[in-house]
């Protein structure tokens, strides 16, 4: 039998430790929290200091009986659950139910499921950290009081399933606010000049600048007309030549932020499958005679600090892989990011020395895929700058001027592991001029014309609302995921594209959420909020305090909702076609899904239909039918005409109203490329740069 149990959450990581502490231990799993307020009730005493009742969570009766009766046999029990403020609520919670003193050193934590990390912390078992409880006590009472306030009011005036919360209203305001930017702009006209010219026998690229030394912008095609008209001849002179050294650093190591984004980027991951498979390399995976080791440290962070022992370990594999000059020779000085708490190291490999190479046969593709991403970017962030040359020249011809920049990389350093993507995909890339110098001449091969127009702001994707929230403040490393997951099911906004697009009852929520308690919608009050919970977790102010400045007014808001706030009737709206089973009038009807076609009779007739979608475009077949939005059997969306079969116009590309700028046909598409979307013509090569 074995003298000491240990506690974690979940079976996987149960497995790894017990292989590591040896047969003095036995490791049991948790199955998570054990303990939560009642789904039935609010569970909370609002007039004895917010006072929580917590219950065993249904179906976790037989699990917590199995702890008990292990937990009875144990010389003495440790608790390691994972080290944030919920695995610190789960220890409590469990010492609580085990009826355990809570005065005992009983909670061990630690970063990375290693042999040596395992065995280190069960030296230094330290006491339940109460301020970090509290923490995130608080944090579930509030979003209780918010939830379970709001929700009830929503089911009497809207309809029933709808709830609001906390963080997520505030990332449902920002995908409503950025749609009602996209709605409200309006696209400006504006040209380009692109040059090709040559020298010798080398060409290169340059743009239209500017007119006698100064900037000029192009709005309208008179302006591009004046430009032409004033050049005189193919005949350019070199009149300026910069040429400089560049440093560029390598990107900090990865947060749960920052990784969620780039595994967005470069491997088109939803928020919620990176953090699964970050979970599985984080607990473990079995690397055939080595073991069950964790491949990569805990997860859930907003700190970029790097233990030294990785440095060094980092440092040693840099210079022997690929030379001493490729060391970093300064130490990171990475700014902290918003309501940072650098409670942990950055999300880094257990050992720098494990490469994606040697693990590849242990690894699921995806697994291997995103672990080679957090390797290639801690590798990086610990080597040398890249050096790159750059060469900056402006050519004249009668007072017009033309810049091309290039730039070559002098000295990769890290730039030969791994380059950071950014939000428009756009990456640095070699561009060589020829040796030119101020005087030499040039001639143009071509001048091409290029008519634009300003875009709206893009739509948020996953990627890009998880960096909008934390740049504000709102929501920490553990509640990114499931927001964004959570406004999705209930249907308060859609994908389209893989970006968010507000849902009518997503509008009708917030509107109604907005009008009556605009505390919850304001994201410099919601950021202070994430602020406090910090302080609390420092223990620099009581929980009670907080949730009890934020009450106060709340409560007030609750009542006047409920006595103010109409009644909201979706009502069915007549769609326009009858049905064709039994011809009475087809009407738009709100399910849970969003909006759908159904037969006026229900339920004597169950006719329904999904939305048909028009984009405003004639058919450019049949020139008769309109263009409308499909779905194939995978779900991917694709264009044809609504006088199917009549007319079997089918594209994937998004055709567009407007006629080519070049061949003046009405052929142009919205063509989705890797680093975003671009316009192209099918009767012609006119393209326009990828927008994202």
Known sequence: MADYLVIVESPAKAKTIEKYLGKKYKVKASMGHLRDLPKSQMGVDTENNFEPRYITIRGKGPILKELKQAAKKAKKVY?????????????????????????????????????????????????????????????????RLVGYNISPILWKKVKKGLSAGRVQSVALKLVIDRENEIKAFIPEEYWTIDGNFKKGKKEFQANFYGMNGKKKKLSTVEDVKEVMSTIKGKQFEVIDVVKKERLRNPAAPFTTSSLQQEAARKLNFRTRKTMMLA??????????????????????????????????????????????????????????????????????PTSAMRSPQEVKEYLGRDQLRLYRLIWERFIASQMAPAVLDTMRVDLDNNGVMFRANGSKIKFAGFMKVYVESNDDNKEEKENILPDLKKGDKVESQSLEQRQH??????????????????????????????????????????????????TELGEIVHELIRDYFPEIL???????????????????????????????????????????????????EPAGIDCDLCGAPMVFKMGKYGKFLACSRFPDCRNTKPIVKEIGVTCPKCNEGQVIERKSKKKRIFYGCDRYPACDYVSWDKPIARPCPKCNEKALVEKKLKKGVQIQCTNCDYKEQPQQ
């Not at 060094?312 to 594999?317: D, I, L």
């Open 453 to 502: 127009f300003t875009q709206p702001p893009p739509r948020f994707t996953e990627a890009r609302l998880v960096k909008t929230l934390e740049e504000v403040g709102i929501g920490r490393p553990s509640t990114y995921s499931p927001t964004l997951d959570t406004i999705q099911r209930r249907n308060y906004v859609s994908l389209d594209n893989k970006r968010f697009v507000p």
């Open 522 to 572: 304001d994201v410099q009050f919601t950021a202070n909020m994430e602020a406090e919970l910090d302080e609390v977790e420092h223990g620099e102010m009581q929980w009670v305090k907080v949730i009890d400045q934020f009450y106060q007014g709340f409560e007030k808001n609750v009542e006047r909702a409920d006595k103010e706030m109409e009644k909201i009737e979706i009502k069915d």
């Open 79 to 143: 608790l390691a659950a994972d080290p944030d403020r919920e695995g610190e609520a789960i220890a409590w919670h469990l010492a609580t139910s085990l009826g355990l003193d809570q005065t005992d050193d009983l909670r061990v934590v630690f970063n990375e499921i290693t042999k040596e990390a395992v065995k280190e912390s069960f030296k230094h078992p330290r006491k339940i950290d109460m301020d970090l409880v509290d923490a995130q006590q608080a944090r579930r009472i509030l979003d």
């Open 279 to 348: 979970q599985q390399l984080y607990e473990g995976i079995a690397l055939g005679r080595q073991g069950t080791v964790g491949l990569i440290t805990y997860m859930r962070t907003d700190s970029t600090r790097i233990s030294d022992t990785a440095i060094q370990e980092a440092s040693t594999f840099i210079t022997e892989t690929y030379g001493k000059e490729f060391g970093r020779t300064q130490k990171r000085n990475d700014k902290k990011s918003k309501g940072s708490q650098d409670a942990h190291e950055a999300i880094r």
